[in-house]
């Protein structure tokens, strides 16, 4: 049965756009089918501020693959663009998280489901209320509008829808 799941995207190394892009349309292969994309923001850095700022996004995706499964596809769909893994935090030609997936709670070695910053994350929740402003994250039991309005403050700013 297919679940519902959302994936927050960013990229802030060469063409971001295309980046983002190539992306969505690498992800798409049998058990993974984006429904919807959020519109695209450009996000200060967090953590490591000496960087190029991000381009975000947010795709709801419907997945008949589990969650295991959908990690190893996100981070195929990251080696294949040419993602390398050297700096913490630092800049990156794509990054793919798993935010949610259905309402499923997952706390695993490899993969923590719902994303376990993404309440703190404005480069996340603002694409995500996009999309999903009542839908409910499964622990913190608050909707993605009332997680963003306890957010910390960012800059997001709309590229384009």
Do not use: C
Not at 23 to 38: H, K, M, Y
Not at 84 to 106: E, F, N
Not at 125 to 148: G, I, M, N, Y
Request: no cysteine; glycine share 4%.
């Amino acid at each position: 049965m297919a679940k519902l799941t959302y994936l927050s995207l960013g990229s802030n190394i060469g063409d971001r756009e295309r980046n983002l892009r190539t992306a969505i349309e690498r992800l798409a292969a049998p058990g993974l089918r984006a429904l919807r994309t959020s519109p695209v923001y450009e996000t200060e850095p967090v953590d490591v501020t000496d960087q190029r700022w991000f381009l975000n996004l947010v795709v709801e995706a419907e997945t008949t693959l589990f969650p295991l499964q959908l990690l190893a596809r996100v981070q195929k769909v990251e080696r294949v663009l040419g993602r390398v893994r050297t700096v913490p935090k630092g800049p990156r030609i794509i990054d793919i998280d798993i935010l949610l997936y259905g309402t499923a709670v997952m706390r695993g070695g490899k993969l923590e489901i719902p994303h376990p910053r993404m309440a703190e994350r404005r480069f996340v929740l603002v694409p995500l209320h996009d999309l999903a402003p009542d839908l409910r994250h499964p622990v913190a039991r608050k909707t993605v509008a009332e997680l963003l309005h306890a957010a910390p403050p960012a800059v997001v700013r709309l590229i384009h829808s």
